[in-house]
């Protein structure tokens, strides 16, 4: 099947994925959540969604792979990944800053990305080769090129080195910046394809939470550091992802020992 019937699917697939997700963030339908280690949540809801999504494409791509955060999976020549709820802490804390995010990747390539956001009703969507789109509205990166103008997104996770972390936060302060960290990587993404962020950066991220994300930003007009790391699409990579002015000083900043 075409990447543009894909497209459709995945589009629609992403509302439907979080139609579900948002009537269990409403408690429409209870949940408990639990924990996979420490501030790493996970809940029915989760995995309900993640079913979902899965049973659909089996349905529709019996033939294609699908590497999923809570089901994992194995990678092949196409690919799906998928993170059925990204931002977890913030959905089981009731904040509205959580996604549904799929993407694409084909022989290796990054081919589709959807990212929907619920509690605003905004469907981020890019195809290779077609633009980054919320909704019906094309969208550009920030014209950012300065750091002491800039606002950056900077992901943190307790599998990262505290150390490092703080160590890049503080450059990124020193350099002028200001330095939010949302809680959901894949929706950050989003944002700074649509200029409402100038730059994210994370050491690194799952496949599922990323891939979407990255597209989105290439479409939008972004710069990207080379994704995923040598470990291959299953291992995941660090994240730089920005406004082309800022993307050399971030990359400088964010990957220095």
């Known amino acids: 099947m075409a990447d ?6 995945a589009k629609a697939l992403g509302r439907e994925a979080g139609a ?4 269990y963030f409403r408690r429409e339908i209870p949940f408990v959540a639990q924990t996979k280690g420490p501030q790493d949540f996970v809940s029915v809801a989760d995995h309900a969604v993640e079913a979902f999504i899965k049973e659909r494409l089996a349905h529709d791509f019996p033939d294609d792979d699908v590497l999923a955060e809570e089901g994992g999976g194995r990678p092949g020549r196409n690919l799906w990944v998928v993170d059925p709820i990204d931002g977890t802490i913030n959905f089981v804390h009731g904040v509205r800053y959580w996604c549904v995010s799929i993407g694409f990747i084909a022989t290796g ?29 094309r969208l550009h990166v920030s014209p950012r090129d300065r750091l002491d103008h800039a606002l950056v997104c900077a992901g943190y996770v307790s599998r990262h080195a505290l150390d490092k972390h703080l160590a890049v936060k503080r450059r990124l302060h020193e350099a002028g910046a200001a330095v939010k960290d949302m809680g959901a990587g894949a929706l950050m993404l989003a944002h700074v394809a649509a200029g409402r962020f100038d730059a994210f950066l994370e050491p690194h991220m799952h496949p599922w939470d990323a891939s979407a994300g990255l597209i989105l930003v290439e479409e939008a007009g972004g710069r990207v550091h080379p994704y995923p790391g040598p470990g291959g699409i299953a291992a995941g990579g660090p994240v730089v992802a920005s406004a082309p002015g800022l993307f050399d000083a971030l990359e400088r900043i964010a990957l220095s020992p």
């Open 4 to 9: 543009n019937a894909r497209l459709e699917f």
């Open 20 to 23: 579900l997700a948002l009537r």
């Open 109 to 137: 390539e990054r081919k589709l990305g959807v990212i929907y956001d619920p509690s605003l009703d905004e469907l981020f969507w890019a195809a290779k080769g077609q633009g980054a789109w919320c909704d019906d509205t």
